[in-house]
């Protein structure tokens, strides 16, 4: 259990990115009082573990209404997963999020941006409903699957002391230390990726 609890847990934290997210968040809500930062930040990271609790539930039922294989859509999920790491070690995401921020900052007044865009796509974006999708496939029975959802929540509530510290957090570490890290988590988010495409390709094929 502890060696599935893990893998997931990392699956999930590199790919919902606590440390990219927080300082993005910290320019979303800048001119907002600390309470505004608190209730956005928890109703943020709420609503996007609702998202992704749909997805691990009920998300195989839905790709089987759709007639798609699950090796399929593992082979597709590890490639946006390997995407998503591309970006994060060449900084594409970080740029990306930063310029969804300034569109977002720039009316004058105080804007809730707990639903559009921490939520979705910040939050719980492609990559987090494929990373769940696949770790729900890997759970044998309900402790396994107790056990990546637990994995989830524990992503979701750092995720959410993350931007709720957003502030203190970006000052402490500053914008070269948060940069390392993202890139760090790329390179395991690409391993990681690769994982799941040769998986995929395994039962394709049946190698």
């Known amino acids: 259990m502890t060696q599935l609890f893990l893998s997931a847990f990392i699956t999930l934290f590199v790919v ?6 927080a300082p993005i968040y910290a320019g979303l809500t800048k001119g907002a009082t600390q ?18 609790l749909i997805f691990a539930l009920f998300g195989e039922q839905l790709l089987g209404a759709l007639h798609i294989d699950l090796d399929s859509f593992r082979i597709a999920g590890g490639l946006m997963l390997f995407w998503i790491a591309f970006e994060m070690v060449f900084e594409k995401r970080t740029q990306r999020r930063e310029e ?16 559009f865009p921490m939520a979705i796509p910040m939050l719980a974006g492609p990559g ?12 044998d029975d309900l402790t396994e699957t107790l056990t990546v959802l637990g994995a989830l929540g524990a992503v979701l509530f750092i995720t959410m002391l993350a931007l709720i510290a ?9 914008d070269k230390v948060e940069a390392a890290i993202t890139r760090v988590l790329g390179v395991l988010l690409a391993a990681l990726a690769a ?11 049946g190698i």
């Open 16 to 21: 919902i990115d606590p440390p990219g997210c």
């Open 35 to 52: 309470a505004q930062r608190r209730n956005m930040a928890i109703r943020a990271s709420f609503i996007a573990g609702i998202i992704l």
């Open 100 to 115: 969804r921020a300034e569109k977002v900052a720039a009316t004058p007044e105080v804007e809730d941006v707990s639903i």
């Open 128 to 139: 987090a409903i494929a990373a769940i999708m696949l770790l729900m496939n890997e759970a």
């Open 166 to 174: 957003a502030g203190p957090l970006l000052r402490l570490l500053g």
């Open 195 to 205: 994982q799941y495409v040769i998986d995929g390709l395994r039962g394709s094929f």
